[in-house]
């Protein structure tokens, strides 16, 4: 099954199961707080997703160095 089919079911899977159990905390935050909401989708991947990145990047190219033997292999 592909990714994006598997990750439409989840999602799917996930919105149903807030919609029978939890109907009231569904969209929660964007409908009571939109502010803090658009902080979070804008600081997010700022503040911690692009750092990760950065910091996974350096030990992947320590560490699978060896198996390479030129460089820009890697960064396909």
Known sequence: MPMVLRCAVAALLF??????????????LPRQRPGLWLQ???LYPLLDVYPQGLLYRTFFFQRYSALCRS??????
């Open 15 to 28: 919105y149903l199961f807030m919609l029978l159990v939890l109907p009231g905390f569904l969209f929660m």
């Open 40 to 42: 979070v989708l804008l």
């Open 71 to 76: 460089s820009w292999l890697l960064g396909l």
